[in-house]
């Protein structure tokens, strides 16, 4: 799990993520992240460029987007249709 995240091992991944709650608290930045809530893949350049070569002809037409120290692999807008909102 740790590796196909770009992580050397389990514990450093362990350390890493808590790094980002103890941020995410610290800052009270407790909303949704866009960049994990709408990638298809989130990590490093190599982790994202592997993802988008094995989703094959599928994967050429997503954007690769660098986000300061790591990278998405994005879905587009398109995909969904505009109207995704709610409905009773």
Known sequence: ?????GIGSLPALVDIHKEWVQEALR???L???EAWS?????GSESFV???????GA????RNIVGQGDFFVLRESEESYGADFTLKN
């Open 1 to 5: 799990m740790a590796s196909s995240a």
């Open 27 to 29: 800052t009270n930045d």
């Open 31 to 33: 909303g949704r992240n």
């Open 38 to 42: 709408k990638s298809l893949a989130v």
């Open 49 to 55: 460029l592997g993802t988008q070569d094995l989703l």
């Open 58 to 61: 599928g994967g050429k037409s």
